[in-house]
């Protein structure tokens, strides 16, 4: 069983940064691919980013592409997310999530991830 905790969430002014960490324990990590969800009060819980188990390749919701960057470090057994020029809707709930492995693609369908963390709140003020 995958145990996935996140970390960095916080209070932050609208075009500032942060950055998430999500550490997996409990299972061998370069088995899963890895993605980052948000879910705002009274939305769905959707797609932020996404990296594949190797690092190799990375996909983003148009919404966040050129502002925030996916990483994984496998030696640490983490993922994180790096999140640039901040904007009041990227306020939400961030989740950590670990699908299959595969090779050259990152799936955007929360039903394709397994394992998921309990979440981090990033508030983003005007």
């Known amino acids: 069983q995958l145990q996935l905790v996140e970390s960095g969430g916080e209070l932050v002014q609208a075009g500032g940064s942060l950055r998430l960490s999500c550490a997996a324990s409990?299972?061998?990590?370069?088995?899963?691919?890895m993605g980052w969800f948000r879910q705002a009060p009274g939305n769905e819980r959707v797609f932020v980013a996404g990296?594949?188990?190797?690092?190799?390749?990375?996909k983003y919701a148009e919404s966040v592409k050129g502002r925030f960057t996916i990483s994984r470090d496998n030696a640490k057994n983490s993922v994180y997310l790096q999140m640039n020029s901040l904007k009041p809707e990227d306020t939400a709930a961030y989740y950590c999530?670990?699908?299959?492995?595969?090779?050259?693609?990152?799936?955007?369908?929360?039903?394709?991830?397994?394992?998921w963390g309990q979440g981090t709140q990033v508030t983003v003020s005007q």
């Open positions: 409990g299972h061998t990590f370069t088995a899963f691919n």
């Open positions: 990296i594949t188990f190797n690092g190799h390749n990375t």
């Open positions: 999530a670990a699908g299959p492995r595969a090779y050259g693609v990152v799936t955007i369908r929360n039903v394709n991830y397994n394992y």
